[in-house]
């Protein structure tokens, strides 16, 4: 029998049902397993990013009787527990990040258009970026990429890693600082929320 999303008028009334229906659940996992499997796959490449999403979502369903159903939107939840999950494949991303910097070789090509050219000097970033994210703390790691890569808010970030909201803006600080220092002062994280 197939579920209807929109019967659903959000997420946390979707994981109510699925306590009494656990194909309800489904309705969580189709709405966000992209979502969060492009972020791992960022984070730890194809192969890891798989096992990760559905060990995350393995995990989310055993715990969706603990989950606050005052929150009408679960990716936060969701990405709270991906990022437990990406921490346990921590030496695996650490080292995909060592090995794109690693083999990042520049192009020596003269480029005849802008929109070639920009592509060409983000290509010619992301050798400096992958080293340096390889370099930061995971804790600060985790919160730049997901306001980054997870397009989460301040609050959504301090909810998904039951931190402090104020935390989450030292952590970002101290990762953008690294970061600008490792690309010449370049900030590649500018969000929409400036503090």
């Known amino acids: 029998m197939a579920l209807n999303m929109a019967a659903y008028s959000n997420d946390a009334a979707a994981i109510r049902a699925s306590l009494t229906d656990p194909e309800a659940f489904g309705l969580i996992y189709d709405r966000y ?3 969060l499997y492009r972020f ?3 984070r730890l490449g194809a192969e890891a990013a798989e096992d990760v999403v559905a060990d995350s979502f393995l995990a989310a369903f055993r715990r969706r009787d603990s989950y606050d159903v005052s929150r009408p939107d679960a990716r936060p939840w969701l990405f709270g527990i991906l990022v437990k999950e990406i921490s346990k494949h921590h030496r695996t991303e650490t080292a995909r990040l ?4 690693a083999a990042h070789h520049p192009s020596s090509e003269d480029w005849l ?6 592509a060409a ?3 010619a970033a992301r050798g400096a970026l ?3 994210l390889a370099k930061l703390k995971p804790p600060d790691r ?3 990429l997901l306001i980054a890569w997870g397009d989460l808010s301040y609050d959504e970030v301090a909810t998904a890693l039951a931190i402090p909201t104020g ?3 030292s952590r970002l600080n101290r990762a953008r600082q690294q970061i600008r220092l490792a690309l010449g002062s370049v900030d590649p994280a500018r969000t929409r929320e400036e503090s």
């Open 33 to 35: 397993a992209a979502m």
């Open 40 to 42: 791992a796959f960022r």
């Open 98 to 101: 060592k090995a794109l910097a």
């Open 113 to 118: 258009a802008d929109r070639v050219a920009a």
């Open 121 to 123: 000097s983000a290509t």
């Open 130 to 132: 992958t080293a340096a």
């Open 142 to 144: 985790d919160v730049l």
């Open 167 to 169: 935390t989450v803006r």
